[in-house]
């Protein structure tokens, strides 16, 4: 029985069959951007080659650590209070990072070290020193810490990591990422699910589609499978990426101006066509009815700027501009992108203190 992306099971190595070709790479964007309502929060892992299981878990912990230190202090409540990175700030983070821990699944211990390390972090940026050794735990709880960071990071209950399988694994290789997944999954509780050529010894399952996104796939052409990061994380609802460069330097230059107002980063707009996905803008400002999308250079591709039209078209339908801007434009040139966002928001609202649409 093929299954949504919110009924797939956690804490278990699965092969998702036919997410491996060209057009299901695009099918597998459409499902996974916007994030669904429903089930664990879904980030995806470019897998390579490794020569042991301590390698591979290593790798992978190592990427969901850094995911988790990139994401302070969101997943921490009160911490976007601290201070700064200086001794009383790691203090401080670590104190609520215990209280977070109280009454949760957290492991305390782990949580207020991790919250220090993201305290130190910033403080690397902000000083050039470099942080202080800190306090090491075994693989086996790193490993479930990272997962409920990451779930509670976008308010869900469980964490799965979508597993793109190298091509043309050695046997030996193939033998390590299935062992190594499986100590994941079972370790972490996290759904471990992979994609790609078919791997020995795991699961496969089906996975259904959505009308929608079927009909909308079958518009775009082939799409290229290579993942551009290693670990890919959507953005969550509220927020400006933070591994966005662009996003993070917008939304600074935005809290500085007055007339930015309104604006939502991340947004899921439900499309008034039912045969349509819901679709996540970058930057609104929904009284305005204004989308901003900065896009970077995968949206170049033939498949993304294809998704990217029809995405357009029906925002346009709906009654919203859509503004696009490069991420080479703004970071060349950020006061001409914001004269150009500010001119089009002073006059809608001047249309709309006239009565006019």
């Known amino acids: 029985m093929p299954f949504l992306w919110g009924d797939l099971p956690v804490g278990r190595v699965l092969r998702i069959a036919g997410v491996d070709s060209s057009i299901d790479a695009n099918v597998m964007e459409l499902l996974l951007d ?31 650590e850094k995911l988790a230190i990139e994401l302070f202090p969101i997943w921490l409540p009160e911490g976007d ?22 009454g949760t699944r957290h492991f305390g211990p782990f949580l207020a070290e991790l919250a220090a390390r993201a305290i130190q972090h910033q403080g690397q940026f902000a000083t050039g020193l470099k942080p202080m050794p800190g306090r090491k735990f075994p693989a086996e709880v790193r490993a479930v810490g990272l997962a409920r960071v990451i779930a509670g990071t976008f308010r869900r209950q469980d964490a799965a990591l979508v597993v793109h399988v190298p091509e043309k694994l050695t046997s030996h290789g193939e033998t390590v990422l299935v062992a190594g997944c499986e100590w994941l999954a079972h370790q972490s509780g996290m759904g471990v699910w992979l994609i790609g050529p078919e791997v020995k010894r795991v699961e496969t399952v089906a996975l259904k589609v959505p009308q929608p996104v079927t009909r909308l796939a079958e518009k775009l052409p082939p799409s290229e499978t ?60 929904a009284e305005e009815k204004c989308v901003v999308e900065l896009d970077g250079p995968e949206h170049r591709a ?56």
């Open 302 to 357: 033939p498949a993304k700027a294809e998704m990217d039209r029809l995405r357009d078209r029906h925002l346009e339908r709906d009654g919203f501009t859509v503004l696009r801007f490069t991420n080479e434009q703004v970071l060349d040139d950020l006061p001409a992108v914001l004269r150009r966002i500010k001119r089009f928001l002073l006059g809608r609202r001047l249309r709309l203190s006239e009565g006019a649409v």
């Open 226 to 285: 290579t993942p551009t990061r290693i670990l890919r994380v959507p953005p969550i609802c509220g927020e400006p990426a933070r591994y966005s460069e662009v996003e993070q330097a917008v939304e600074k230059a935005l809290c500085e101006s007055s007339w930015a107002h309104g604006r939502t980063w991340n947004q899921i707009y439900p499309s008034s066509d039912s045969l349509f996905v819901p679709i996540r803008t970058d930057l609104m400002w």
């Open 81 to 102: 209070k601290l201070d700064g990175p200086g001794g009383a700030g790691i203090a401080a983070a670590r104190v609520l990072a215990m209280r977070m821990a109280s």
């Open 34 to 64: 916007p994030l669904p309502e429903t089930g664990p929060a879904v980030i995806t892992y470019a897998a390579a080659e490794c020569d042991s299981v301590p390698e591979l878990v290593g790798s992978i912990l190592g990427e969901l």
